[in-house]
């Protein structure tokens, strides 16, 4: 017997593939035997953070995992986590994911999700007095967008502001606003929502951060724009400038969209998606930057750019 009746028609997407292995309560555990309480804090006040990193199997070497810019994804999270009032070393996520890379022994390309939450059982929205702790998830995944790229609706659902909720950490709370635009868009006939701030400047899509080119150069909104600063936007805006395309971070009107060159949507998940159109605009089918960019950073995770061979965590699965 079911309670709940969706309201809408829209296909439920099939279940992943989930690695086998997961992190749970401090050990390593089959991915089926790690259960939250139905009573766990986090899942009723949305007070936990979380990462997403991206890895593959080495082309060249059949015991070798190359994980994308780990350290910096570890960073990242160890920052968000003090927002739930605690601390995580960087050092000691990084070891954890090594280990539950080289557990899970992936044979092809994956997605992982690390996430700190508010562990305990009870009801009262705080951070004091609530025990916090660390999971560990994966799941295969290929591109997480059509690589041929999306088609875009403006939504009517506004970025929050950091005023409002820390947004330089990747919280979980953060992402309502996301799946509210998420799903607009989808029930609209677009693929994909940007949203705006409430200053009424162009912020982000609903997970990634946003691209655009114009006169040959690429611009994309500040980090006073109320955007999760992305790992792959500063993976982005190195590789443009190492290429010697010019890199703006400002401000970014609505309109300057509809009359863009280019428009690129980036995210760990989603690496680099051209946008096809924005709602009843057409974007020039040519897209030099960022193809060039695409084929760059695909090149850079299978390491084949040895200039950014810091940026991958090789992982021996036998060692």
């Known amino acids: 017997m079911t309670l709940l009746t969706p309201l809408d028609s829209l296909t439920t997407a099939s279940a992943p593939a989930f690695l086998p292995i997961a992190f749970f309560e401090g050990e ?65 996520l990084e070891a954890t994911l090594i280990e539950f890379v080289r557990r899970n022994q992936p044979q092809t390309s994956f997605y992982i999700r690390p996430l700190i939450y508010t562990s305990s059982l009870g009801i009262a929205p ?5 025990s916090k702790d660390l999971l560990i998830y994966g799941l295969e995944m290929g591109g997480y967008l059509h690589q041929g790229g ?3 609706r403006i939504s009517s659902w506004l970025r ?20 509210l635009a998420k799903t607009e868009a989808v029930a609209s006939g677009f693929d994909e929502a940007i949203l705006m701030n409430a200053r009424g400047k162009v912020s982000e899509a609903s997970a990634m951060n946003l691209f655009l080119v114009r006169n040959g150069q690429l611009i994309t909104p500040s980090v006073d724009q109320d955007i999760l600063e992305g790992i792959t936007r500063a993976s982005i805006i190195t590789l443009a400038k190492d290429s010697g395309i010019p890199v703006i971070e400002r401000p970014v009107d609505k309109s300057e969209l509809f009359i863009a060159d280019e428009v690129f949507l980036c995210g760990t998940a989603a690496q680099i998606s051209p946008v096809l159109e924005i709602e009843t605009y057409k974007l020039p089918a040519q897209r030099p930057v960022s193809d060039q960019l695409g084929k760059l950073i695909r090149n850079v995770m299978i390491g084949a750019e040895q200039r950014y061979s810091n940026w991958l965590s090789v992982v021996h699965l036998n060692s």
């Not at 705080?126 to 609530?130: A, I, M, N, S």
């Not at 929050?160 to 606003?177: C, M, V």
């Open 28 to 92: 390593f555990c089959p991915f089926p035997e790690a259960q939250l309480s139905i009573a766990t804090h986090a899942l009723h006040y949305g007070t936990s953070v979380l990462g997403g990193i991206r890895g593959l199997p080495s082309p060249s070497d059949s015991n070798q995992v190359l994980v994308f810019r780990l350290a910096d994804h570890c960073r990242r999270l160890s920052q968000s986590a003090k927002y739930l009032n605690t601390d995580i070393a960087p050092m000691e």
């Open 126 to 130: 705080r951070l004091h007095d609530v």
């Open 150 to 152: 999306v088609r875009c």
């Open 160 to 179: 929050q502001e950091d005023r409002s909720q820390p947004l330089r950490g990747k919280s979980s709370a953060g992402y309502i606003a996301s799946a």
